[in-house]
């Protein structure tokens, strides 16, 4: 069984930075897809930001230009970035890494982020 243990989440005010890191219990250089989903009180999971196979990138329009995710593969581990932090961004963070055919789907536990004043 693949664990994803996140950390990093905390209090920040509006303007400040957080950086949340996914340690991940298996290789993550041949995974699928991994990356970054937050869930708002009363809100769907939503996409912030992964990583694919095939070397795409891709970022939620709301984080664009705050956010990088970034990667260690010899710590198997995948990082998300966030600056210039919004309330609105306030959520509980997951890291998904997905391996295989057929596509095995993990999630890590969450982390609470909270951009309060």
């Known amino acids: 069984q693949v664990q994803l243990v996140e950390s990093g989440g905390g209090l920040v005010q509006p303007g400040g930075s957080l950086r949340l890191s996914c340690a991940a219990s298996r290789s993550i250089f041949s995974a699928n897809v991994i990356g970054w989903y937050r869930q708002a009180p009363g809100k769907q999971r939503e996409v912030v930001a992964a990583?694919?196979?095939?070397?795409?990138?891709g970022y939620a329009d709301s984080v664009k230009g705050r956010f990088t995710i970034s990667r260690d593969n010899a710590k198997n581990t995948v990082y998300l970035q966030m600056n210039s932090l919004k309330p609105e961004d306030t959520a509980v963070y997951y890291c998904n890494a997905r391996w295989g055919v057929p596509l095995q789907n993990y999630w890590g536990q969450g982390t609470q982020v909270t951009v309060s004043s």
């Open positions: 990583f694919t196979s095939g070397g795409i990138t």
